[in-house]
């Protein structure tokens, strides 16, 4: 940490300061210092880069970026802010993308919403937007939805010609070399989901992924900061419907951050609950689409089945299977009458995922064909994990020691007892293997806090009636605050900014893995086959939902 | 033989309608099958525990729109799939199928029936890779080639094992193969038959060498295109593959329709069930190889076990049979 202060304090900053045990939050004066700031702290360390996320401000004619960086070893973050001014002509700011790889997609992503220029980027385009697009940028806070109409169809023919133009260029010979074909991989691929990968072959052999993305962006940020604070936990639990519960627990600890109120610990162990429930939801499909990859579907519906159980606890406590809104700001959204009928519940559920684990066990993970698939490729080294920025369950495949749940530990974590899960090996049967782990902690940390719950309330000290809201403002004052989770792939990071007395958030930042993850794809697809490509990009579990946003 | 009876061979048994009537079985069959592994119901609304949803279901695909793309050959792209299932079904007329027809015989009762068998499958791939090369779209024609490239690494283990009871029995008559099988001589064939079954699985396309029309890899390869009729015409000739495959596979390798007590049709279709439950039990509890993994382990385990294979079929043949 002082490590940190002293390499930031060399140069010119407005203030450094203390944030979170985790956390060095600085305020960059100059601009053009960026790269070199970025450079000094990679030399001690921190390598990665979480997001990228621009503010903006057009009363004071200023965008306020903020770079989150992570040092993932040693668990120590930087929060860099600094302002640039907001006109398109000059909204620009060198890129940080040639010192930090990971930060590639999430300055394209800031390029495409905010327009800011990142001036040095390898490949500066639109990304979640079409690349025909025509206008302001989306994100700002004076885009015009109907001037923006207007402009489209005015340019209607131009964006069609582009897109005849590619259409055609697809194909070329290279005489006795063979030749390379784009194979549109996607979006209405079997196995994609909705994501384009220009996958350019020659015969068989992959030389080039370009990923496509945009497909289901539904402008969740911008959404957001049309709805109150209660409202905004709709939008943030559509991020992905696998895990439907951490995303709302990280934005309700935003919330409450800002607010500066604290949850009972009933609500915190309820948190610990219905988050790990979302887990074991999400690898429960996770676990079985890695076979359904290799056209093996018995046991994703094997899966599916364990997994209705836990729909059905969730639909106990929320009365919603997948989009539950059961966690808000402030605690748990409902209080629990009968908690031994729902314990009793999720009991029922794990006795179901226990009876077939040997089954399981037999069958599939000890499965000789997809060992001789999945052993031995795609493997991630340490430094790729940390170069690109790789999360979750990937991360800890390759051995690299990270969950939000120790590092950082919010809402009962820092109670129970819990280790880092890992693998040794980082190859893509290893990336199988720690989705099995995880569920099987999953399942025990659930255990462990129904057992605290009981105790508690046995105790007398917790009230499941009462307990399990706070009383939030109605108006929550000026701030900032960064929360983060472990999600079911990866951590979520969400940067809430809110002004004096508002009733709903000004800006949002959503932050989710896969979108290092689906950068990854551009190196780990080329120099495989096209058989590989299903059993590849199912081992990242991406899920287009958190991808888009 | 007499027209009449030449038009029965033809339309009804072991022709059209029988072939029909096994298409219908055998798709409710995996279906039902891998239901109850997948821990599924399957199909249940039509008829009797969903038996007549096959049947909807091909007559819901005639009914439908047979679209040839722009791009696409359309000469070539719509006979293949009337040829296809021509050719799938006539090796129906070397196989003896029941006691009945023929004094027990084939229908053409020939001496070089394992020769034609071999022969008549192995013309099936070509006709599907040119469906692939028909239609014209790099999925189909990725299809196509790895069609190609599976038959021919398969196709010699198969045929190796093919030829066992041929030697061992100096005949290649399907129906002297037949009754010359002993328990003795089916034990003396395990190793042939196990061979075959797999290369068995390989010709078919089955699972785990469902490569040539993987759908997460290649969107069901050569079939990407055909709609409707077309449709139905491949998964006919594809469906009659596997009824005159494993109809080889037992009348070469487990006495064909001799049974325990009496002879008869059934024991041949029951022991044709037998190989289709093992087909679906492989099918739901493993995943598919690579291309590339499936021509190592044909080229250098499956034909090098199958031509030592012959060497024991002859090593019995000398000191076990002591022909």
């Known amino acids: 940490m002082e490590k940190i202060k002293e390499v930031l304090n060399k140069f010119d900053m407005e203030y450094v300061e203390d944030y979170k045990p985790t956390w060095v939050k600085a305020k960059l004066k100059n601009k053009d210092d960026i790269t070199k700031v970025v450079e000094a702290l990679k030399e001690i360390g921190v390598?990665?880069?979480?997001?990228?996320?621009?503010?903006?401000?057009?009363?004071?004619?200023?965008?306020?970026?903020?770079?989150?960086?992570?040092?993932?070893?040693?668990?120590?973050?930087?929060?860099?802010?600094?302002?640039?001014?907001?006109d398109l002509e000059k909204c620009e700011i060198d890129s940080i993308t040639p010192i930090l790889e990971s930060a590639d997609y999430h300055e394209l992503e800031s390029y495409s919403t905010f327009g800011v220029k990142f001036k040095g980027h390898p490949?500066?385009?639109?990304?979640?937007?079409?690349?025909?697009?025509?206008?302001?940028?989306?994100?700002?806070?004076?885009?015009?939805?109907?001037?923006?109409?207007?402009?489209?169809?005015?340019?209607?023919?131009?964006?069609?010609?582009?897109?005849?133009?590619?259409?055609?260029?697809?194909?070329?010979?290279m005489g006795h070399e063979g030749s390379r074909t784009v194979l549109h991989w996607g979006p209405t691929h079997p196995a994609s989901g909705p994501i384009r990968l220009k996958v350019y072959?020659?015969?068989?052999?992959?030389?080039?992924?370009?990923?496509?993305?945009?497909?289901?962006?539904?402008?969740?940020?911008?959404?957001?900061?049309?709805?109150?604070?209660?409202?905004?936990?709709?939008?943030?639990?559509?991020?992905?419907?696998?895990?439907?519960?951490?995303?709302?627990?990280?934005?309700a600890q935003a919330v409450e951050e800002i607010a500066g109120k604290e949850i009972t610990p009933f609500a915190k162990y309820m948190r610990v609950i219905l988050g790990e429930l979302g887990r074991t939801v999400s690898h429960l499909i996770s676990l079985g689409g890695f076979f359904g990859t290799m056209g093996l579907q018995?046991?994703?519906?094997?899966?599916?089945?364990?997994?209705?159980?836990?729909?059905?606890?969730?639909?106990?406590?929320?009365?919603?299977?997948?989009?539950?809104?059961?966690?808000?700001?402030?605690?748990?959204?409902?209080?629990?009458?009968?908690?031994?009928?729902?314990?009793?519940?999720?009991?029922?559920?794990?006795?179901?995922?226990?009876?077939?684990?040997?089954?399981?066990?037999?069958?599939?993970?000890?499965?000789?064909?997809?060992?001789?698939?999945?052993?031995?490729?795609?493997?991630?080294?340490?430094?790729?994990?940390?170069?690109?920025?790789?999360?979750?369950?990937?991360?800890?495949?390759?051995?690299?020691?990270?969950?939000?749940?120790?590092?950082?530990?919010?809402?009962a974590y820092g109670e129970l007892k819990m280790d880092y899960v890992t693998c040794e090996n980082g190859d893509t049967r290893d990336r199988l293997y720690i989705i099995y782990k995880e569920i099987n902690q999953s399942i025990d940390l659930m255990k462990q806090a129904m057992k605290k719950i009981e105790e508690g309330i046995e105790a007398g000290e917790m009230d499941p009636k009462k307990d399990h809201l706070v009383k939030m403002p109605r108006r929550m004052p000026e701030g900032e605050a960064v929360s983060r989770v472990e999600w079911a792939r990866g951590e979520m990071l969400m940067h809430l900014v809110t002004m004096p007395k508002s009733t709903n958030p000004y800006r949002l930042k959503l932050k989710a893995p896969s979108v290092n993850h689906t950068r990854m794809l551009e190196k780990l697809l080329p120099n495989h086959t096209l058989s590989d490509i299903p059993l590849l990009y199912g081992s990242m579990h991406i899920c287009q939902g958190d991808l888009d946003r | 033989m007499n027209i009449w009876e030449i038009l029965f061979y033809i339309f009804i048994f072991p022709g059209l309608t029988f072939l029909l009537l096994w298409t219908f079985f055998v798709f409710y069959f995996s279906r039902k099958a891998l239901a109850y592994i997948h821990k599924r119901v399957g199909p249940h609304y039509n008829g009797p525990a969903g038996s007549l949803q096959t049947v909807w279901d091909i007559f819901k695909l005639l009914t439908k729109e047979s679209i040839t793309p722009k791009s696409a050959d359309p000469y070539l792209f719509n006979i293949i799939p009337i040829i296809t299932p021509l050719v799938a079904a006539l090796p129906v007329i070397l196989i003896p199928w029941t006691p009945i027809i023929n004094h027990g015989h084939a229908i053409l009762d020939t001496n070089y029936g394992v020769l034609g068998l071999v022969v008549l499958i192995g013309v099936e791939p070509f006709l599907l890779f040119l469906t692939g090369f028909g239609s014209h779209n790099k999925y189909s024609f990725l299809g196509g080639m790895r069609i190609l490239a599976q038959m021919i690494s398969m196709e010699a283990p198969f045929f190796?094992?093919?030829?066992?009871?041929?030697?061992?029995?100096?005949?290649?008559?399907?129906?002297?193969?037949?009754?010359?099988?002993?328990?003795?001589?089916?034990?003396?064939?395990?190793?042939?038959?196990?061979?075959?079954?797999?290369?068995?699985?390989?010709?078919?396309?089955?699972?785990?060498?469902?490569?040539?029309?993987?759908?997460?890899?290649?969107?069901?390869?050569?079939?990407?295109?055909?709609?409707?009729?077309?449709?139905?015409?491949?998964?006919?000739?594809?469906?009659?593959?596997?009824?005159?495959?494993?109809?080889?596979?037992?009348?070469?390798?487990?006495?064909?329709?001799?049974?325990?007590?009496?002879?008869?049709?059934?024991?041949l279709f029951f022991k044709i069930v037998i190989l289709a439950i093992i087909i679906v039990a492989i099918r739901a509890s493993n995943p598919r190889l690579r291309l590339d993994q499936m021509l190592k382990f044909t080229w250098s385990w499956l034909t090098p076990l199958a031509i030592l294979n012959l060497v024991w079929i002859t090593f019995a043949k000398i000191y076990i049979l002591g022909v």
């Open chain 1, 47 to 86: 390598r990665s880069c979480s997001t990228v996320s621009p503010t903006d401000y057009p009363e004071e004619n200023r965008m306020e970026i903020n770079y989150f960086l992570e040092d993932i070893e040693n668990k120590k973050n930087v929060w860099l802010k600094v302002d640039i001014e907001r």
């Open chain 1, 123 to 173: 490949n500066l385009r639109y990304f979640l937007i079409s690349a025909d697009y025509y206008g302001k940028f989306p994100f700002r806070k004076d885009f015009d939805w109907d001037e923006h109409e207007k402009n489209v169809i005015e340019n209607v023919n131009k964006i069609s010609e582009e897109f005849f133009e590619e259409y055609e260029e697809n194909e070329e010979t």
């Open chain 1, 201 to 251: 072959t020659n015969g068989e052999n992959i030389e080039k992924v370009e990923p496509d993305i945009g497909y289901v962006w539904r402008a969740l940020e911008k959404l957001a900061e049309r709805k109150d604070f209660i409202g905004t936990i709709v939008a943030v639990e559509r991020i992905c419907f696998m895990d439907n519960t951490n995303p709302m627990i990280c934005y």
């Open chain 2, 160 to 267: 190796l094992a093919a030829l066992s009871p041929a030697l061992l029995f100096g005949t290649m008559n399907l129906y002297d193969i037949m009754y010359s099988n002993t328990w003795l001589t089916t034990l003396i064939l395990l190793p042939g038959a196990i061979i075959f079954i797999i290369a068995m699985l390989g010709i078919l396309e089955q699972p785990p060498f469902n490569i040539p029309d993987a759908e997460q890899e290649i969107v069901y390869g050569f079939y990407t295109e055909y709609a409707g009729t077309n449709y139905v015409l491949l998964k006919f000739a594809e469906f009659t593959e596997i009824l005159v495959v494993s109809a080889a596979a037992v009348t070469l390798f487990f006495g064909g329709y001799r049974g325990i007590f009496f002879d008869s049709f059934w024991w």
């Open chain 1, 298 to 411: 018995t046991f994703l519906m094997w899966c599916l089945d364990v997994r209705e159980y836990f729909l059905d606890v969730l639909e106990d406590y929320s009365g919603a299977r997948i989009a539950t809104a059961c966690i808000e700001p402030g605690g748990v959204r409902y209080p629990l009458n009968d908690y031994k009928a729902w314990f009793a519940e999720i009991d029922k559920a794990i006795e179901k995922w226990e009876s077939v684990k040997p089954d399981i066990e037999d069958i599939f993970l000890k499965n000789p064909l997809m060992t001789v698939r999945a052993k031995d490729i795609g493997i991630f080294t340490k430094d790729d994990v940390i170069d690109n920025y790789l999360q979750g369950p990937i991360a800890r495949a390759s051995n690299v020691k990270t969950d939000v749940r120790l590092d950082e530990p919010y809402a």
